[in-house]
Structure formats: structure tokens, C-alpha cells
């Protein structure tokens, strides 16, 4: 490589990441609404995303609701407070904690798979494979995980927030006494469309970083067996990094449209 | 055999979208649970009606905020809007079901949600016989006391008693030395013994008086007057008591009426 802006070579690197990453993405957006549309592989991804997932999002979901109550108990007790439990835990579970901790265990799980998947196909040449046989790797592939993940993160986020829910309702059982109407009314009456909807927005977002990047991380890897344990450990790292910026950018939005 | 791993594979993948569409539902039905009650709560899908209020000052009131009617929450402010430079027009979205429990001649008030909380809109219901408000129609309003009004009162009332409490010293002052008649009868002994032999010679002097009055009477110049006077006094007993009979007898007969 010529040294043409005379940047370090790190930097170098990370624009030549970018750059590659930009393309990555313009090239899916030129392919995905091409037909034909591979339908059956899209279902058969959404089942490996989201239905794999479902187990790993539930158990998570339940402990964070159940601690995130047990936690602020003691703040909202010094004020007496204890009755705005359900609705500071419904607010920041649905604005906030759900969303992002949902998207970065997906990351996590379905990241790496991704990563390690195209990658080891790629170094066995598969995808090479694929082209000369006459399909479009790029469309079978790429295209159909990461629309699966943009519509299976959305997914598993409403029931990890549902589940939170059911766990903060047993963190307030154990020191109070409140009704499962009571406390879901509570919850539902601290909620409004502005918690809602970004937060909702948001994780598709989430789902196309966590697909685009560890597609791309998979499809353009190199040096062999080494290459595929490199993909999936950097789309993981890249894709938790991607996610707390875009929720950075989605609140920034959401505060500044909603007010 | 091949066929076999065929057909189950087909099974599989079967199985496996019955349990994506599942979860998926699930999850949707979930979701539109949610928006329905949130949507409940702002009342997308209840019908309502509008009445409008003004206000002088809303006190921090904002489009959102909840309109109570015996304490229950029966609506939201849809706006808050500055009309001329001394009104505030406040729109009100409230259920229909309510709508005929508040009267034309309904009063609402600004208050607020507890101690610390937000603005609400208390409606108070009118007299039962008037007519039910209309939708889009306008509502009787009170202008609520701020704590700035409150501030403003107390400041008055205190400068107020200020300017008593010092006549008062004033006054207690001139008193504890003596000046004036009050200082003189609390403070100063010598006046007071001359007040005390000023009414006994009064006493004495009535005494005196009493027995020159009893020497007019017998006197023959006046004795004719006070003659006079006595035959007046016992002709006017007799006509009383002539009176008292009369009325007696007619109550009597009355009675007699009644019974009758």
C-alpha cells in the first residue's frame, strides 16, 4: 500500500475499514431489493436469530428487571417512594436497558455465529464457489441474515422487555405486596408513545449494525483458519461498539424531534 | 433412506416455522397490547368530547396534563394557548361517559397532583338542575391563587401590623410614664386618692341633694303639683288594669271558638 496522505498506519487502517465497511453497505442496499428474493432462506435465518436467541434473551431479561428493581429499591425507599418502582423500572427498561442490552447479548450470540460462518465458508471457498455455480452469494448470504437480524432483534427486544417486566413485578413481591393488575397498570401509566416508539425504532437499527457488520467481518476475511477466529471476535467487538453509538445518535434524535 | 432424512429434514423445517411464527406473534401481540393501553390511557380510542376554559394564569399547566372530576381522571389538556395578553385558552379532551355529570354552570380550577406534582384540572360539577355542557362548549373558570398572591397578602398584613405593633409601644410607653389621663390613672398615686375623695364627696353631695328634694315635696307651694301627678299615676293603673280584663275575655272567647 502507498502511502499517499502520510496518516499513521492505525489510522490508515481504520479509514481503509470504513471505506470498505461504507461499500460493504451500499452494495447491500443496491442488491437487497433486486428479485429474486430468497424468502425461504430469510425464514431460516429469522429461525437461527431470533428463535436460537430466545432462550439466552429470556433468562437475560428476567434477571435484569428482577435487579434493576431490587437496585433501586433503596434510592426511591429514601424518599418513600417505593410506589414509582413499576414505573421507573417499566421507563427505563423500555427506553433504555432492554433495547441495548438485548441488541449487545444478540451481538454477542448472533455475531459471532455470522462471523464465524461466512468467514469459515469464505476460507474453504465456498463462497467462491457459489459464484461460479451461478448464484449470487452476496444476495443468498449477506442480504437474507441481515434482514433477518433487522426484523429479529426488534423482536426479541419486546419480549425481553415483557419478560423484565414479569421479573421486576417478582423483585417488588419480595419486599412489598402489589397486585399483578396494580402493578402493570402502574407500569403501563408511566409509559407514553415517546418512551415507545424510539426505543422501538431504534432496535431495528440495532439488528441491521449487528448483520451488516459481522457479515462483513465474515465475507471479507483473510489468512485462513486463523481469519474466521479473528472474523467473529472483531464483528462482536465492532457490533457492541456500533450499538452503544447508535443508541447514542437515537437519543439525541428522539430528545431533540420529541421535544 | 435418503428420501427418509428428506422428509424429515421437510418435517423440521416445518416445525421450525410454526415456532418462528409463534414467537413472532407472540411478540407483535405483545407490542400492539402495550400500544392499546398507552393509547387507552391518552384516549385514542374512547370517544371524546372538547371544552374549552380561560384562564388568567395557568401556573405552569401544560397540553398533557389531566383534567380530574371528583377526583377521578376523566381526560388531558389538548392545548394551552395564549389568547389576548390577559387570557389563556385551556382545550380540554374528556371521555363522553362523563360528559353528563358536568353541568353548564361546572367550575374548573387549576390544582395541582400532590405536594410537588404536576399541574391537573379540577372540575367541580354544577347544580344538578342546569343543562349538561356541550361539546366544544365553554366552561366557568377560576383563576387559582397563586403563591405569589399569597406572598404578596403576607407582606401587606405584615407591614400592616408592623405599624400596630409600634403605636402600641408607643402607646404603652406614654402610659407606663404618665403621660396623659390613661398614664395618669395607672401611674400616679396622688391622682388617684384625689379620684377616690372626689367620689366620696360626690356620695355625700347626693345624700344632701336626696333630702332637699323630700323638703320641695311637702313644700304648699309644689305640693299641688305632685298631687296631680299621683291621681295621673293611679287612673292610669285602673285603665290597665281594665285593659288586661278585656283582652282576657276576648282571648276566652276565642278559645270558646276553637272549641266549638
Not at chain 1, 413481591?173 to 402502574?186: A, C, E, P, T
Not at chain 1, 439488528?207 to 479473528?230: D, N, P, Q, R, W
Not at chain 2, 380561560?54 to 399547566?61: H, I, K, N, S, W
Not at chain 2, 364627696?201 to 347626693?206: C, E, I, S, V
Amino acid at each position: 500500500m502507498s502511502k499517499i496522505l502520510y496518516l499513521p498506519a492505525s489510522m490508515e487502517d481504520f479509514f481503509l475499514e470504513v471505506d470498505a465497511l461504507s461499500r460493504f453497505t451500499g452494495r447491500f442496499f443496491k442488491t437487497f431489493l433486486k428479485p429474486p428474493f430468497e424468502f425461504s432462506e430469510i425464514i431460516k435465518q429469522c429461525f437461527m436469530i431470533g428463535y436460537k436467541s430466545l432462550g439466552l434473551v429470556t433468562v437475560t431479561g428476567f434477571i435484569m428487571g428482577l435487579v434493576l428493581t431490587i437496585q433501586s429499591r433503596p434510592t426511591l425507599a429514601r424518599f418513600g417512594a417505593e410506589a414509582w418502582l413499576p414505573g421507573m423500572v417499566a421507563v427505563s427498561l423500555i427506553r433504555e436497558i432492554g433495547p441495548v442490552i438485548t441488541a449487545l447479548i444478540c451481538a454477542g450470540k448472533v455475531g459471532s455465529g455470522i462471523g464465524a460462518e461466512l468467514a469459515s465458508m469464505k476460507v474453504t471457498e465456498q463462497i467462491d464457489a457459489m459464484e461460479v455455480s451461478g448464484t449470487n452469494p452476496f444476495k443468498y448470504l449477506v442480504v437474507t441474515r441481515v434482514l433477518a437480524a433487522m426484523f429479529m432483534i426488534p423482536i426479541l427486544v419486546i419480549f425481553a422487555d415483557g419478560i423484565g417486566l414479569c421479573g421486576s413485578f417478582i423483585g417488588v413481591n419480595i419486599m412489598d405486596q402489589v397486585g399483578l393488575r396494580l402493578y402493570f397498570s402502574k407500569a403501563i401509566e408511566s409509559l407514553d408513545f415517546v418512551d415507545v416508539f424510539p426505543a422501538f425504532i431504534k432496535t431495528f437499527f440495532f439488528g441491521f449494525a449487528i448483520g451488516i457488520i459481522s457479515c462483513y467481518k465474515g465475507y471479507t476475511t483473510t489468512k485462513g483458519t486463523e481469519g474466521v477466529g479473528l472474523a467473529a471476535n472483531s464483528a462482536v467487538v465492532l457490533c457492541s461498539l456500533c450499538i452503544f453509538i447508535i443508541d447514542m445518535i437515537a437519543v439525541q434524535l428522539a430528545s431533540f424531534f420529541m421535544n | 433412506m435418503n428420501e427418509n432424512k428428506d422428509t424429515s429434514n421437510m418435517k423440521n423445517e416445518t416445525g421450525n416455522r410454526i415456532r418462528l411464527g409463534v414467537f413472532v406473534s407472540i411478540a407483535i401481540a405483545l407490542f400492539i397490547v402495550v400500544i392499546y393501553f398507552i393509547g387507552n390511557r391518552q384516549q385514542l380510542f374512547t370517544k371524546t368530547i372538547t371544552i374549552n376554559g380561560t384562564f388568567e394564569d395557568v401556573g405552569g399547566l401544560r397540553e398533557g396534563s389531566n383534567v380530574r372530576f371528583t377526583g377521578i381522571t376523566i381526560g388531558t389538556i389538548d392545548k394551552v394557548e395564549i389568547m389576548t395578553d390577559t387570557t389563556v385558552l385551556v382545550v380540554m379532551t374528556i371521555e363522553q361517559s362523563v360528559q353528563k355529570f358536568i353541568k353548564e354552570d361546572a367550575i374548573a380550577s387549576i390544582g395541582s397532583d400532590g405536594l410537588m406534582g404536576n399541574k391537573v384540572i379540577n372540575i367541580v360539577s354544577g347544580n344538578p338542575n342546569s343543562k349538561v355542557i356541550a361539546d366544544g362548549g365553554t366552561i366557568n373558570t377560576v383563576t387559582p391563587v397563586s403563591m405569589d398572591d399569597i406572598m404578596n397578602n403576607l407582606a401587606m398584613t405584615t407591614a400592616n401590623a408592623a405599624l400596630i405593633t409600634d403605636d402600641i409601644a408607643v402607646l404603652t410607653t406614654n402610659i407606663r410614664t404618665g403621660n396623659g389621663a390613661i398614664g395618669k390613672i395607672f401611674m400616679d398615686t396622688a391622682f388617684a386618692n384625689t379620684i377616690d375623695a372626689t367620689f366620696v364627696n360626690a356620695k355625700n353631695a347626693a345624700g344632701g341633694f336626696s333630702d332637699n328634694m323630700e323638703a320641695v315635696k311637702h313644700n304648699f307651694l309644689l305640693r299641688g303639683y305632685f298631687k296631680k301627678k299621683e291621681k295621673e299615676a293611679a287612673k292610669a293603673q285602673k285603665e290597665a288594669e281594665k285593659n288586661a280584663a278585656k283582652q282576657t275575655k276576648e282571648k276566652e272567647k276565642e278559645k270558646d271558638s276553637k272549641d266549638k
